[in-house]
């Protein structure tokens, strides 16, 4: 045990792999995070349910190879690359920020007029000889008694010139047979951009029909449906509107009512990505992965004009909300959606 105030605890200790963990209790459920690796939030418990993805891995890995350790429930993405590298490209997948050493780590306690809080923040620092020296700093905050994040992720330009940088937020949830996915998005060829699908010849006959069905209508992939695979992965970058104060919201509806979901602000992060694999390894909801571009690697963002610069001795700042909601909340925010598409 390392600290308690109220109903929030946090406690240390360090898987079989040798990578360090905390788990944080807040009176709702439990959050288990890795203060030293990414600073991702490995796993999440709200609501009676396990809201992370299923993975091939029961741990995490002390490894910065993205695929050698990939099963949280969120990782900040991108650095000064982001995404799947592209055939000029030959950057890691998804950049430095996912398995990022922390030098620093810290524990938070707080209040102020939404309640008390218990955050984990830290610095972070890559640096590569004539290439790059930035410092990443994260928030994770957890509140007594919530079922949802408040995380935002601050970087500062060390170096002595501009910074090239990409981000992506991956949340990624567990899917549920029956869920309904709700957005600002229009289901049409202007907000929704279809990536195709790398399919073998000899793939599986509803596993073409799947992504064939999504790209003639993007509103089949709405409804998670029992027994369909979405093998190989299901990418979609969308543009989301914002509501009046400046906003958006995204929401998995489960079949009881209840959802998860991810809230924030388009003029930060113009890019919805919607990502989606159902198999027997893996079973996992990219709701929205808000991004500054789409994730298709360094070289197309540069491309279509899509990096973010941050001058020398300056910082790029975002935030966000993500996790569980009961049935009450998920209508309350379905009607703040519905609100803004009808606008």
């Known amino acids: 045990m390392i600290a308690r105030s109220g109903m929030l605890s946090a406690t240390a200790f360090r898987y079989r ?50 695929l050698r350790t990939y099963g949280a429930f969120f990782i900040h993405c991108g650095g000064t690359s982001m995404g799947n590298p592209g055939p000029t490209d030959t950057h890691p997948l998804h950049g430095e920020l996912p398995n990022l050493p922390y030098e620093i780590a810290a524990l938070v306690f707080g209040s102020d007029e939404a ?39 601050e970087v500062d330009n060390r170096a002595g010139r501009p910074m090239p940088f990409l981000y992506l937020a991956h949340v990624n949830f567990r899917p549920m047979d029956g869920g309904v996915l709700v957005d600002a998005v229009e289901d049409d060829r202007a ?37 369909v695979p979405v093998e190989p992965e299901l990418v979609l970058t969308m543009k989301a509107r914002s509501d009046v104060d400046g906003w958006t919201h995204a929401v998995h509806r489960r079949p009881d009512g209840s959802g998860d979901c991810v809230s924030y602000r388009p003029s930060e992060l113009p890019f919805a990505v919607r990502w989606i694999t159902r198999g027997p390894d893996q079973d996992a909801l990219g709701l929205v992965l808000p991004a500054t571009a789409p994730p298709d690697g360094l070289a197309a963002a ?15 700042r975002t935030e966000m909300r993500f996790g569980a909601i009961d049935a009450a909340a998920a209508r309350k925010l379905e009607n703040r959606i519905t609100s803004v598409r009808s606008r």
Request: proline share 6%; charged share 25%; aromatic share 8%.
């Open 191 to 227: 907000d929704i951009v279809i990536r195709k699908p790398e399919l073998d010849p000899g793939e599986r006959e509803e596993v073409r029909g799947y992504h064939a069905a999504v790209a003639a209508n993007p509103s089949v992939h709405r409804t998670l449906a029992a027994g």
């Open 302 to 316: 540069k491309a279509n004009g899509q990096l973010v610069w941050i001058a020398p001795g300056k910082s790029w």
């Open 115 to 153: 309640g008390v809080y218990v955050e984990l923040t830290g610095t972070g620092r890559d640096t590569l000889a004539f290439g790059h020296d930035f410092i990443a700093r994260p928030r994770v905050r957890l509140r007594e008694g919530a079922t949802s994040f408040e995380v935002t992720m």
């Open 17 to 66: 792999s040798g990578v360090a963990g905390l788990r944080i209790e807040n009176g709702a459920g439990t959050a288990t995070l890795l203060p030293f690796q990414g600073q991702q939030i490995w796993d999440a418990h709200f609501l009676g349910r396990s809201l992370t993805m299923r993975s091939l891995f029961d741990e995490p890995q002390p490894t910065r190879d993205y």
